[in-house]
Every structure is written in structure tokens, then in C-alpha cells.
């Protein structure tokens, strides 16, 4: 685990897999490219965000980002944040965290309280890889990893259908189970996480969620 929040869609190279070859442009009346992305093909998603940036703040981030709770202290792996940035430009994913501090929790593996309140040294990075794939109508559900150098993680994503806010459900690979559009709509109760060899249904809410602005 690294401290680190794809959370995250972080990019520099680009795994497009089980898309259409479609145009990632609807067509608007008269045949020319029209104004209403096309979030149904991997390459559509990619062709709406690029340029765009990404930011989640406040209620948005959730209580289990990569399905580890931000009250623990893990250290240099803590999942306490303050705020996540993501600026899409040439297909790259420029990532900008802020992690807040977990009060009341000085020794690693102990309880305490996130307060994003209290910021810390800002961390800055980008993907490798991103594959996305299982697209449904309208982004509506897909399939996403995520490869960092060290670290890969996995899970689904949707937007909403003014496709101004996107959803991540991430968990680092190998920790939990059922969490793809296969198994259901992103945030539904279908993930078992996988601690020590062992599963168990997941209970809390690994959901990031991004507003989205920009061209």
C-alpha cells in the first residue's frame, strides 16, 4: 500500500480495452460531432476527461478510501485526506493529494480521528497504466485499474447522468472481491474484503467521489 488516493484514474500510459471503435462524440442532427460525449467506449471516457480536472473535498471523500479506514493510522499508508485533485491533460492523470491528520492515534495500527481540518506536506503523482473496460450505456458502470510503480488498484466507476461527477470504488488489488460492474452498480453491497487470506463482507464506503470542470 502506498499513501496514496487514485484515489483515484491516474495516467501516463493507456490501456483502452473492450471498446467499440464508435465515435467518442455523438453525432448531432446534421451528422457533424455533437455536444453530448460518448461515455459508452473506453476511449469516450478518456476523450471527455482530457483537459478537464477532477476534485474531491469534504462529504465527498469516503470513510474507506481503497477500503481502509481514514481513523487508522498506517502510517506512511494512512488514508486520512484533506483533498484530491486530478488534472487530465495529453491522456496523463496529475494527481494532487493533501492528506489531513489522524488525531488521537500517535503509534501505527491505532484507532483515532481523521480531521482533514489539519493538512499535511501535499503529495503529487501519476499513474503508469489505466485500463478501463465493461463499459455500460453512458458510463453508467465500467471496470478501471490503476498501475503505480510498487502497486495496482482496481474497481469500477460511473457517471452521473449530467456527467458532471464521477465515482471511484477502489480497493488495492488483492484486497477485496466483487468489486466490479459484474457484480453490481458502483457502491453496491457486493465486496468482500480479503485482510490475512481471509474474506469478509465489507461494511464501510470506499466510494471517491470527483466533481467534475473544465473544458
Not at 502506498?2 to 495516467?11: C, D, G, I, N, R
Not at 467506449?41 to 473535498?57: A, D, R
Not at 497504466?129 to 458510463?139: F, H, L, P, W, Y
Amino acid at each position: 500500500m502506498k499513501k496514496k488516493l487514485l484515489s483515484a484514474v491516474m495516467t501516463s500510459a493507456l490501456c483502452l480495452v473492450g471498446c467499440g471503435e464508435s465515435d467518442p462524440n455523438d453525432d448531432g442532427p446534421d451528422g457533424g460531432p455533437g455536444n453530448t460525449p460518448n461515455l459508452s467506449t473506453s476511449q469516450g471516457i478518456m476523450t471527455f476527461l482530457e483537459g478537464k480536472t477532477l476534485t474531491m473535498t469534504g462529504d465527498d471523500i469516503p470513510t474507506h478510501p481503497n477500503g481502509f479506514s481514514e481513523d487508522i493510522n498506517f502510517g506512511a499508508s494512512s488514508q486520512c485526506y484533506q483533498s484530491v485533485t486530478m488534472s487530465v491533460q495529453g491522456g496523463n492523470f496529475r494527481v494532487d493529494s493533501i492528506p489531513g491528520t489522524i488525531e488521537g492515534a500517535p503509534q501505527a495500527g491505532q484507532v483515532g480521528t481523521c480531521n482533514p481540518e489539519l493538512p499535511q506536506n501535499a503529495l503529487s503523482f501519476t499513474s503508469t497504466v489505466v485500463s478501463i473496460e465493461n463499459v455500460s450505456a453512458n458510463g453508467e458502470c465500467f471496470d478501471v485499474a490503476f498501475t503505480f510503480p510498487g502497486f495496482r488498484q482496481v474497481g469500477r466507476g460511473s457517471f452521473s447522468a449530467d456527467q458532471r461527477r464521477l465515482e471511484l470504488e477502489l480497493f488495492f488489488e488483492g484486497g477485496a472481491t466483487g468489486a466490479n460492474c459484474a457484480a453490481g452498480d458502483v457502491g453496491s453491497d457486493t465486496v468482500n474484503q480479503v485482510v490475512g487470506g481471509e474474506s469478509r463482507a465489507f461494511e464501510g464506503n470506499a466510494v471517491q467521489r470527483y466533481v467534475i470542470s473544465g473544458s
